[in-house]
């Protein structure tokens, strides 16, 4: 089956009329043993005078829309703000739909720009009201699939219940150790210089993060860890010194320079590792790393 991809064009818009080019969608359909996936590549020009959050939806339906992710734009990004991310191919909110059966993305920023690339043909809800109640329902209807999920598994829902309450089951977890041990001994080793603070580091993807827990999931939303991963192709996890002491930390690749150490700490990576020792880091490759935490 030959691979589906697709680009389209996001547009600004203003009182539901569409104005001027303002960037680009890719979409690719991407195909794997757990099940296919849909990879989104974003150009969007974006231009802010003060620092704004901007909420990417997918628009399932004119009157339905789907929570991605969240954007924070620094005043300090200027032409095309790049980001990328994964999706399940078919989405689970009040029965399936695939990807190319949705409309489009639509982007909300919240000093009042609107965006959107769609490839589906369909009507643009902007309503800002209207969006508020689309999205609870989309909230709504995915509690509830998970409340009938949970209620229709094993026995009757009456004797499910005096069972829990006779016996109350505690989830198993999984020591933070053995997860980082597994990862670390599995993923691609990166090469390390004899005379660094980076202890023992893999390759990682954005997905990748889920495995951590789930205080660390939301880095799979982190923009400025997708804009590293989009132009790296990777990110690293692994065994660093910091202030002398061992952590596990997620690291973006870059280069050490004040405009990326003013965003990267936008973001929450307010550490920079270089790959080597050095006394001067601006111009020095390393990682911009944050530490994992177990819960």
Known sequence: MQACRWVSYIYRYRETKRQENAGFIKIQKLKYESGDIGRFQIGIRIMKLMPCRCEVYLMLEPDRIYPVQTMYISERMRDMIMLR??????IAVSG???????????FRCEDGDIFAGMWKEGRLCVNPIVISETEQKTKDNERDIHKDKDINQGKEKD???????????KPRKREPENTYREMLNTYPKLPLFADTHLLECV????QDIGKLAIGNWKLGTNSFVSHGFYHYQYLMFGRVLLDGEERIVVGIPGVFTNKERYVANMFGFIRFVPSQKTDYLTGKFGYWVVEVVSE
């Open 203 to 206: 390759k990682i993807a954005p």
């Open 85 to 90: 991310f994964d999706l399940p191919w078919t």
């Open 96 to 106: 399936e739909k695939s990807i190319s059966e949705c409309i489009g993305l639509f």
């Open 159 to 169: 004797e499910k219940k005096n069972l829990s309450l006779q016996q109350p089951c």
